[in-house]
């Protein structure tokens, strides 16, 4: 008011209220921006002070402000008159606490990218195993076709189980079959012994089939049988004689066998021939007469001299029982 005098007819027209409140609006934008300098200068303080503990690699999430401003107490960002010690404690623990938040963004980054890392790595390794499981597919099936083709081409070309492998090789190298990628040599003559194997299994099947619905005399010789068979298909498919010799002579052992228990089993059931002494005796007539209108007795008619020989054994056989008995009473 002094300043600008009593006399100034500017201030004199106006009275003290009216012009309060104008230097009050006057003034009121100085003070404004004079706090906004204040501001902005204690701001870049901070900033400063904040760029200094940056700078300091021993401010850790676990510093304390009292023991770290020893290391930073001479640099002239910590010495700024702006700043009082209040201020500068909550930006050291603003920093602190930002350090923490940072240091457990890293560790959740870091784990979160071992964790992708880990899942990149797992499909990678589940792609490559798909992968070569579908090239093991791939070449399993290729294999499957190329062997189905070459036994396909065994069936049709190579009847005769008695040829050299070279031999059937030979006959069948031309065909587009028996080029393979998958099945080596090896693997074709294993597959050409199976398939001789089968060949030989099937006919010697066919063969046994073909004695056993055969009827032959209980005493009938190779010599004489094969002269019934030879006209078979099934006799001449088969190559081997000692083979087919074999299998005659199994037959006919099992057949004379169950022959002899059969006819074992006929003197049993035939009662009349107990307490017959002998086959010369007038008692045997009954009881043969009942055992030849059995084919348990009719099987041996071509082996007269064995049937004789188990009868007789059969008889002495009973009639020493009998005299066991009755020494046994007397």
Known sequence: QKMIGNNEPRWTAL??????AIFSEILAPLITQRENEKKAEMDEAKAQFKQLLKETKY????????????DIEHDKRYKNPILHTSDKEAVFAEYVEELSLDNEKRKRLERE?????????????????????????????????????????????????????????????????????????????RMYQDHVKRITDYRTKQFTLLVQDTTFPINETWSSAKKKLRDDKRYTDMNSESEKEKIFDRKMRLYKR?????????????????GCPSMDSSKY??????????YRYTTWNSAEEERTKMIQDYLAAEAKKEEEKDKAKG
Do not use: H
Request: proline share 2%.
């Open 59 to 70: 401010v850790t999430p676990s510093s304390t402000f009292k023991k770290s401003r020893r």
């Open 258 to 274: 169950n022959a002899e228990d059969e006819f074992y089993q006929l003197l049993r059931e035939t009662t009349s021939l107990r």
């Open 113 to 189: 990218e071992i964790s992708k890392k880990e899942r990149e790595k797992e499909v990678k390794e589940l792609r490559e195993r798909q992968g070569k499981e579908m090239d093991r597919d791939r070449e399993r099936q290729r294999r499957n076709e190329e062997e189905n083709g070459f036994l396909a081409l065994l069936s049709e070309r190579v009847k005769d189980p008695y040829l050299s492998y070279r031999s059937a090789m030979d006959l069948i190298r031309t065909e587009k079959r028996f080029d393979t990628r998958y099945v080596n040599r090896d693997d074709k003559e």
């Open 285 to 294: 007539e009954v009881p043969l007469t009942l055992m030849q209108a059995d």
């Open 15 to 20: 009275d003290s209220r009216e012009r309060e």
